[in-house]
């Protein structure tokens, strides 16, 4: 999608000065099957660890995808992220950033894949949304309901093409299961279940290590807008989970942002969020205006407990004629049997993001909003948030959907924010 003036003058030029289009590659020309530079979507990345190079790999092998930029606080992410680039295009055209300001700043990036840590998630992308950059953007998408907010608005606002890797709304098992509920196919909706991974926040903060210089990593960056806290490299190592100043909710946004997120979309709640909120030990419960039950359990690695269906991140689907249920290992099972009969087998796994990324690429060409845009995932994540604020406070706390607070609370209003450290804002 983007071509500077100077190529498409270098490549005029060079065509009409040699006579001869063999002097052009055939990927310049848009020949052999590759598409032409103008119809590429030009994408740069913020914050690219394991689950990052995943996704990225996703973006990397679609035709009309150009990546030439990388950004993150650490030089070994910036390297590797370098490298995967020179493999697919066989060039070393990718350009290394610390500073997510200044790869912002190019003009020839459409968008921009984010998987930082969950702290910059908001902030990287409303960042990129006032810069005219599409986002795709890693779940959670928001440490507070405030930034869930904050960050659809400014999405809005720039009327930006907006993609929460929720990828489970693009992988079959889990759409099918949605739509059965959704469409009435169970009847009456009643109660959702989401399976959430755990409820923790347990860790002792690390001792402190020396710091390494700012080549290696800018350590201040990392941080972004959580609290001061002294290095340690585990943190950097994905250790930082689990702690409220960089997960935030008791890890439960981190997977209820899948399985709240399809939640709402089985109960017909994509706009709504429930009105009751109360934990009950490892398990939420939740209550939408119109009655339909929310409850929010432990499933574990494997889905113990009483899920049918093995796997991460199940849910289940309960109607006055029915239920479906659909977790990570691609399977899906209902009562009545015959509600999947024409379901079809060997699925994509619901960690596998490629149907997710097409579908935002889709988007980004045809201005239209792809499944996870920015307004289905204010209202995922403020659901999340708010179970998490109950599980922290341990009682019931009532939501107003309406003005988006808690009603007659305000210590539950008081976290529906956090304060940002000086200069780490949007």
């Known amino acids: 999608m983007s071509i500077t003036p100077t190529r498409r003058q270098f490549l005029k030029t060079t065509a009409l000065t040699f006579g001869a289009p063999t002097f052009i590659p055939a990927s310049a020309l848009g020949r052999d099957g590759h598409v032409a530079p103008s119809n590429r979507i030009v994408l740069g990345a913020i914050g690219i660890g394991p689950r990052g190079r995943k996704v990225l790999s996703c973006f990397l092998k679609e035709k009309d995808v150009q990546f030439v930029a990388i950004a993150d606080a650490q030089e070994n992410r910036r390297e590797t992220v370098r490298r995967m680039a020179m493999r697919a295009y066989d060039t070393e055209d990718c350009k290394k950033y610390s500073d997510m300001n200044e790869m912002l700043e190019?003009?020839?990036i459409d968008a921009t894949l984010i998987c930082t840590g969950d702290r910059w998630h908001a902030l990287a992308s409303m960042r990129a949304a006032k810069a005219g950059k599409d986002i795709y953007c890693e779940k959670p998408c928001s440490m507070t309901i405030r930034e869930s907010q904050e960050l659809a608005d400014t999405i809005n606002r720039y009327d930006r093409v907006f993609q929460a890797g929720t990828q489970r709304r693009n992988v079959d098992n889990f759409?099918?299961?949605?739509?059965?509920?959704?469409?009435?196919k169970l009847g009456t909706v009643e109660?959702?279940?989401?399976?959430?991974?755990?409820?923790?926040?347990?860790?002792?903060?690390?001792?402190e290590e020396p710091l390494p210089s700012t080549d290696e990593i800018d350590w201040d960056?990392?941080?972004?807008?959580?609290?001061?806290?002294p290095y340690n490299k585990k943190y950097t190592q994905g250790r930082w989970r689990g702690y409220y100043d960089f997960?935030?909710?008791?890890?439960?946004?981190e997977w209820g942002a899948h399985t709240i997120d399809l939640c709402q979309w089985a109960a017909g709640a994509d706009g709504t969020v429930p009105v009751e909120y109360e934990?009950?030990?490892d398990t939420i419960h939740a209550t939408y205006q119109n009655g339909v039950k929310l409850v929010m359990r432990l499933a574990g690695f494997k889905g113990e407990g009483d899920w049918v269906v093995p796997g991460t991140c199940p849910v289940r689907f309960e109607g006055d004629e029915g239920w479906v249920e659909a977790a990570d290992s691609g399977e899906i099972k209902s009562?009545?049997?015959?509600?999947?009969?024409?379901?079809?087998?060997?699925?994509?796994?619901g960690t596998d993001p490629s149907k997710h990324v097409r579908e935002f690429l889709d988007c980004v060409k045809s201005r239209k909003k792809p499944a996870a845009n920015a307004d289905v995932t204010r209202y995922g994540h403020i659901v999340s948030h708010a179970a998490s604020i109950a599980w922290r406070l341990g009682r019931?706390?009532?939501?107003?959907?309406?003005?988006?607070?808690?009603?007659?609370?305000?210590e539950a209003n008081h976290m529906i924010s956090r304060s940002r450290r000086a200069g780490w804002t949007a």
């Open 175 to 184: 759409r099918f299961a949605c739509q059965l509920a959704a469409g009435g």
């Open 221 to 229: 960056a990392w941080l972004g807008p959580s609290p001061w806290r």
């Open 335 to 349: 009562n009545p049997a015959s509600l999947v009969k024409d379901f079809p087998e060997g699925g994509l796994s």
């Open 396 to 410: 019931k706390v009532r939501f107003d959907p309406a003005t988006e607070t808690f009603i007659d609370d305000a």
């Open 191 to 207: 109660k959702v279940h989401a399976g959430i991974l755990s409820l923790r926040e347990d860790f002792s903060w690390l001792p």
């Open 106 to 108: 190019r003009d020839d």
């Open 247 to 253: 997960n935030g909710g008791a890890t439960l946004p």
């Open 279 to 281: 934990a009950d030990g």
